[in-house]
């Protein structure tokens, strides 16, 4: 028995009152049988496309890909999809089958499904339907491919990471013969769209398991991220670590909160590392500028798999920021305030924090307590209303306009003029700000070129 929600059973009934079958399938099923709230409910009905959008002509319907059978059922503005049983034809690019059939039997596209804890079905009138032992898989937490393994990473090389991510998620292991295969046919990662890979990969840091199961298939991983490899069992001979840069990485994580722009950046933070190592005649390694080129390379990563521009952008300012060695000034603290805003300061000292729990015990009190005081400074800033950025100053452009200045050297004139309020050189009212304006050599009120 499992819990379904009254709109699922309006879902239910509408279809089985037109003579349909119908059932809840895949994560719903999954997660109710572990005792877990579903996020979303998924249905699979004998029903065709237009059979369904005929039975909810009461309710808005989208058509989400109807030669795939899908139709979206939209019940008090929340989304259902209800889709037809089918039976998937070969997959000769390993990505995606060359046809798809509908079938009216139930078992059929059961079996199309990934793995064995994603091929329940469940309607309260049948109970379970579980022909590939899903429901025991689920309680002994086991990930299998339902049938061949070899095959079923052949057909679609995604389901490889697929199961990465559900043994992150739940925590399950993976069953041996679905991860001999996972890790014996991981190349043909390589031909999955980098798009349908980012979504995997971002439900793999997100998920509490990742630590583990990023370093049981870091083989895997490195198809699609080969830029990771140099960090596995690199040492890092320094008193701040005790871990070499992989082992820091992953632990990093753990320590991460469910933030992505945070995780990612906690997960990418020393990927510059490995490039960046010098050692000292003493035999003490450093990585001078490493979180510039660690930015530089996730920069390029995320872009490849088509990460939006402004995620990449926040994700990139918190690695370059990671290492940030605050001196106790607040002008220091605005510097950085102004670079990067208030809401990712606050993602920063997070990243911070899971950083230095992940280090040796070093100088970790010290490094604890002075992350407590920048955040106070940081605080009393904000609290104060004092200047970190353009939109405080006192003045804006067209004070700048008004006593002379021309074009792009109106920006870089409010941009030194901020710079020096934060450094406590000027004070920020207006006069002030005007004098040191027009103090600047004439050559720098026009720079139109
Ligand atoms: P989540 O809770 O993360 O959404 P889910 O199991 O619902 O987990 P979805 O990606 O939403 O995962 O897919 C819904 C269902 O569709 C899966 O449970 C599985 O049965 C099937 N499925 C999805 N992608 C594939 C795939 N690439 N190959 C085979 N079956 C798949
Ligand atoms: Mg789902």
Request: glycine fraction near 6%; include cysteine; aromatic fraction near 8%.
């Amino acid at each position: 028995m499992i819990n379904i929600p009254e709109k699922c059973k309006l879902i239910f009934n509408i279809l089985e009152k037109n003579g349909f079958e119908c059932y809840a399938v895949g994560g719903c099923v999954r997660d109710s049988i572990m005792g877990t709230v579903p996020m979303d409910w998924d249905f699979t009905t004998n029903a065709l496309p237009d059979e369904i959008c005929r039975c909810f002509n009461d309710f808005k319907t989208v058509d989400i890909g109807k030669e795939f059978g899908t139709i979206c059922v939209v019940i008090d503005s929340e989304p259902f999809e209800i889709t037809t049983y089918r039976r998937d034809g070969d997959y000769s690019d390993s990505r995606h089958p060359d046809f798809v059939s509908f079938t009216s039997n139930i078992n059929d596209d059961l079996a199309r499904r990934d793995f064995t804890i994603n091929s329940v079905a469940y309607n309260e009138k049948t109970g379970f339907v579980d022909p590939f032992g899903g429901v025991n898989d689920i309680q002994s937490k086991v990930i299998r491919c339902t049938g061949v393994p070899k095959e079923r990473f052949t057909e679609d090389a995604l389901r490889i990471l697929r199961a990465v991510r559900f043994a992150s998620r739940l925590g399950f292991s993976v069953d041996i013969e679905t991860s001999k295969a996972m890790h014996l046919l991981k190349d043909k990662l390589s031909l999955v769209h980098p798009q349908r890979i980012r979504k995997e990969l971002t439900g793999i840091l997100m998920a509490e398991h990742a630590p583990k199961v990023l370093n049981e298939f870091r083989d895997i991983l490195c198809v699609v991220l080969p830029e990771i490899e140099p960090m596995f069992d690199l040492p890092q001979s320094n008193p701040h670590h005790i871990y070499d840069v992989w082992t820091h990485t992953l632990n990093a994580l753990g320590n991460a909160p469910s933030d992505e722009v945070v995780r990612f950046a906690v997960f990418f933070h020393d990927i510059g590392k490995p490039s960046a190592k010098t050692t000292d005649n003493l035999g003490i390694d450093h990585f001078k500028k490493h979180p510039y080129i660690s930015a530089e390379m996730t920069a390029d990563i995320l872009r490849r798999f088509g990460f939006a521009n402004s995620f990449i952008e926040d994700v990139c300012l918190l690695i370059k920021y990671h290492d940030e060695r605050f001196r106790l000034m607040d002008a220091d603290i605005k510097r950085v305030l102004s670079a990067i805003g208030e809401e990712l300061f606050e993602k920063l000292m997070s990243v911070s924090l899971a950083d230095t729990l992940a280090q040796s015990d070093y100088q970790r009190e010290y490094k604890l307590s002075h992350r407590i005081e920048v955040i106070k400074r940081k605080e009393d800033i904000i609290e104060k209303g004092e200047c970190y950025k353009l939109s405080q100053l006192a003045i804006n452009g067209e004070d700048l306009v008004d006593v002379g200045f021309k074009g792009k050297a109106i920006s870089d004139a409010l941009n030194n003029l901020l710079k020096l309020v934060i450094k406590g050189k000027c004070n920020n009212s207006r006069e002030e700000l005007l004098l040191c304006a027009k103090s600047l050599p004439k050559e720098a009120w026009n720079s139109e070129e």
